[in-house]
T-cell receptor
Framework: GQQLNQSPQSMFIQEGEDVSMNCTSS?????WLWYKQDPGEGPVLLIA?????ELTSNGRLTAQFGITRKDSFLNISASIPSDVGIYFC???????????FGEGTQLTVNP | DGGITQSPKYLFRKEGQNVTLSCEQN?????MYWYRQDPGQGLRLIYY???????QKGDIAEGYSVSREKKESFPLTVTSAQKNPTAFYLC?????????????FGPGTRLTVL
C-alpha cells in the first residue's frame, strides 16, 4: 500500500521548546489524522482534519490540513516530558477507503 | 465505558502453533481492522471488515485469518504459515459515515514466538 512521507523520523528537544512535524503524500487526501503512541500501547487520536486549510487545536497541539490537500502539519507548543512518544499521521483519499499511515516521528523531551 | 479491548496483552507461542488474538468493541462501530507493527516501523494493514460476515485482505494477509460473526468482535488467527509472527498487533474500529472513517485503536497484543 501507499506510504506517507513523515518527517522528521526523530526529534530530541528540551522541555519548553516548540515542535513541528509534517506529512506529505503524492495523492490528494480528504482526511488527515494525527495519533500519538506511547510505548507498548495503541495509538490515541489527537486531532482529525476534514477540510483543506482547516486549522484545529487540542490544548498545546495544533494541526493543519494543507491547502494542496497533499500535506498536513502538527505543532506542539511548550513541550513537556509527557509529550514523549511516537506521533503518526494518517490519511484517506476518499470516504470509505483505507487509512494510509506515516512511519512515525519519535519525540524525546529532555527535562 | 465504551472502547476497544484486546486480549491478552502479551502472548507467547511455540513455533508451528496457531494462536488467536481477541478484539472486542462496544462503540457500535461498523468497521474493524487489524494492523501489525514491527519495532521502529509504522502500521501495516492485515485484514479489515466493513460489515458483519464480510472482510477483505489488507497488505500483509498471508499467514493470517479472521472472522466477523458479530458486529462487536473481530478475532485474528496467526497461523503457522506466517513466517515471522513476532510483532505488536493492533485492532481498530471506525463508525462508517458518509464523511470519514476515523479509526480508534485498542491497547494492542504483543505476540512472541519462541
Amino acid at each position: 500500500g501507499q506510504q506517507l512521507n513523515q518527517s522528521p523520523q526523530s526529534m530530541f528537544i528540551q522541555e519548553g521548546e516548540d515542535v513541528s512535524m509534517n506529512c506529505t503524500s503524492s495523492s490528494i487526501f480528504n482526511t488527515w489524522l494525527w495519533y500519538k503512541q506511547d510505548p507498548g500501547e495503541g495509538p490515541v487520536l489527537l486531532i482529525a482534519l476534514y477540510k483543506a486549510g482547516e486549522l484545529t487545536s487540542n490544548g498545546r497541539l495544533t494541526a493543519q490540513f494543507g491547502i494542496t490537500r497533499k500535506d498536513s502539519f502538527l505543532n506542539i507548543s511548550a513541550s513537556i516530558p509527557s509529550d514523549v512518544g511516537i506521533y503518526f499521521c494518517a490519511g484517506s483519499e476518499t470516504s470509505g477507503s483505507r487509512l494510509t499511515f506515516g512511519e512515525g516521528t519519535q519525540l524525546t523531551v529532555n527535562p | 465505558d465504551g472502547g476497544i479491548t484486546q486480549s491478552p496483552k502479551y502472548l507467547f507461542r511455540k513455533e508451528g502453533q496457531n494462536v488467536t488474538l481477541s478484539c472486542e468493541q462496544n462503540l457500535n462501530h461498523d468497521a474493524m481492522y487489524w494492523y501489525r507493527q514491527d519495532p521502529g516501523q509504522g502500521l501495516r494493514l492485515i485484514y479489515y471488515s466493513q460489515i458483519v460476515n464480510d472482510f477483505q485482505k489488507g497488505d500483509i494477509a498471508e499467514g493470517y485469518s479472521v472472522s466477523r460473526e458479530k458486529k462487536e468482535s473481530f478475532p485474528l488467527t496467526v497461523t503457522s504459515a506466517q513466517k515471522n509472527p513476532t510483532a505488536f498487533y493492533l485492532c481498530a474500529s471506525s463508525l462508517r459515515t458518509g464523511y470519514t472513517d476515523t479509526q480508534y485503536f485498542g491497547p494492542g497484543t504483543r505476540l512472541t514466538v519462541l
